[in-house]
């Protein structure tokens, strides 16, 4: 069986994805040491320094399980079968909202300054696009042009 150059980019599209979502891990990681969190976060009530780190720990466990799933369900994903395409659809909209938050919500004077900072903003930015581009993109071939 032959693989088109679609099968064929799109095989090498996840593994990158999957490992990309590693390489957001490790950008997390130091985000409560550069941001500060220690002494941002005594200054809130326990409950809402819990309730912060809960949330962050869910998140971190999210991200953990996109980076498994796509390594893990590689063939399924390339396959086009229905529960991976649930999957790419969810992770691609997770991404897409993570995007518009950042577009929306924050503004340019939310974020630390210096120049580190503004590197690693548009290094993830541009790491959360690509992501999201994968999945959506993956999910457009199989639903909608590889099944014509």
């Known amino acids: 069986m032959t693989q088109t150059l679609a099968e064929r980019c799109f095989d090498l599209i ?3 994805a999957g490992a990309g979502h590693f390489v957001i891990l490790f950008a ?9 969190w220690k002494q941002d976060l005594a200054q809130l009530m326990p409950f809402n320094r819990k309730l912060l780190w809960v949330q962050g ?15 893990a369900l590689h063939t399924e ?26 577009a929306l919500y924050f503004s340019h004077e939310d974020w630390p300054q210096g120049r580190e900072f503004v590197i690693g903003h548009i290094l993830l930015t ?6 999201a581009c994968s ?10 042009l590889r099944a014509k």
């Open 28 to 36: 997390s990681a130091q985000v409560p040491s550069r941001l500060r």
């Open 135 to 144: 999945y959506w993109g993956l999910f457009v071939w199989q639903v909608w």
């Open 77 to 102: 994903l390339l396959r086009g079968d229905r529960a991976a395409m649930g999957l790419a659809c969810f992770i691609g909209s997770y991404w897409t909202a993570r995007i518009l938050v950042d």
């Open 126 to 131: 541009s790491l959360f696009v690509a992501i």
């Open 14 to 16: 996840l593994w990158l």
């Open 57 to 71: 720990g869910f998140t971190v466990l999210a991200i953990i399980a996109f980076g498994i799933l796509t390594l």
